[in-house]
């Protein structure tokens, strides 16, 4: 995760449509190959920018527990009861119940994420177009399945994260 966020920090910001694209599904597989074998993966010879973003994606879908783990699906889920006078410190209380690698882990990636944002702009990937491309990537049900009614939901939980980063991973 960190090389890749890495290369998309530096060659990925000021892309149009980052994370909206899609890339060729073989050398995706040969890429997911690459990593999970221990192979070194140099995206700048590649040079694909897109190939390095769906990688990020799908790295963070295939894991076998969400990153926002199982435990705080009904939380996330429910999370618009909470009143947006609470929300910071509720997300702060979530983040912190996370386990140590999840909590890690998340904040370089909402960091990262917070920056595509700020290029917003250029790459049209505001707070919002992020969490409906991450949203399901970070949280998902038990049963792999991800229901209409828990999609909104948890778009909105991670645009809400998004917003308030800079407060919740203080």
């Given at each position: 995760m960190r090389d890749t966020i890495n290369f998309l920090s530096e060659q990925g910001l000021e892309i149009e449509g980052i994370f909206r694209?899609?890339?060729n599904v073989t050398l995706v597989k040969e890429t997911q190959l690459q990593y999970n074998s221990g192979a070194t993966v140099n995206f700048r010879e590649m040079e694909d920018v897109h190939l390095a973003a769906v990688i990020l994606k799908t790295f963070l879908r295939e894991l076998p527990e969400p990153l926002l783990t199982y435990q705080l699906y009904n939380d996330i889920v429910n999370f618009s009861s909470v009143p947006?006078?609470?929300?910071?410190?509720?997300l702060k209380t979530l983040m912190e119940s996370l386990p140590e690698e999840n909590n890690v882990s998340l904040r370089y990636l909402i960091s990262f994420l917070a920056q595509v944002s700020a290029n917003s702009e250029v790459n049209k990937m505001t707070n919002s177009n992020l969490a409906v491309v991450f949203?399901?990537?970070l949280l998902w049900g038990r049963d792999n399945a991800m229901?209409?009614?828990?999609i909104g939901p948890i778009n909105n939980f991670t645009r809400i994260l998004?917003?308030?980063?800079?407060?919740?991973?203080t």
């Open positions: 694209r899609s890339a947006t006078d609470s929300q910071v410190e509720q949203g399901p990537n229901s209409l009614s828990a998004l917003d308030h980063q800079h407060l919740v991973f």
